[in-house]
């Protein structure tokens, strides 16, 4: 079983940026992906972006382009994601979500462990 901790959201002003962390733990931990998705109130769950555990290649989606960073560190078994610029349109529950599965997917259907979210709310 794996488990996934996310930390570091909190309340800021919109133009500010924070950064989530996500720790994992558990078994043998070796996803072939990690990926990060949001979900405001009243709204769907929607992919932020997604980063390949072994070749380090990133995939984002709509709302990262330009604004957000996801990286890792394998020897902790950590996952960031860098976000600046934040929007009032940010705001949302993250989430941090690992694939076992060895092909690139932005479902939140493809993700096989999650944690249990942390909220992000920027204000204008």
């Known amino acids: 079983q794996v488990q996934l901790v996310e930390s570091g959201g909190g309340l800021v002003q919109a133009g500010g940026s924070l950064r989530l962390s996500c720790a994992a733990s558990?078994?043998?931990?070796?996803?072939?992906?990690m990926g990060w998705f949001r979900q405001a109130p009243g709204k769907e769950r929607e992919f932020v972006t997604a980063?390949?555990?072994?070749?380090?290649?990133?995939y984002a989606g709509t709302s990262a382009k330009g604004r957000f960073t996801i990286s890792k560190d394998n020897a902790k078994n950590t996952v960031s994601l860098q976000m600046n610029s934040l929007k009032p349109e940010d705001t949302a529950v993250y989430y941090c979500?690992?694939?076992?599965?060895?092909?690139?997917?932005?479902?939140?259907?493809?993700?096989?462990?999650w944690g249990q979210g942390t909220q992000v709310t920027v204000s204008s």
């Open positions: 980063i390949s555990w072994n070749s380090g290649g990133t």
């Open positions: 558990g078994r043998t931990f070796s996803p072939y992906y």
């Open positions: 979500a690992a694939r076992l599965r060895d092909y690139y997917s932005s479902s939140e259907r493809g993700y096989d462990y």
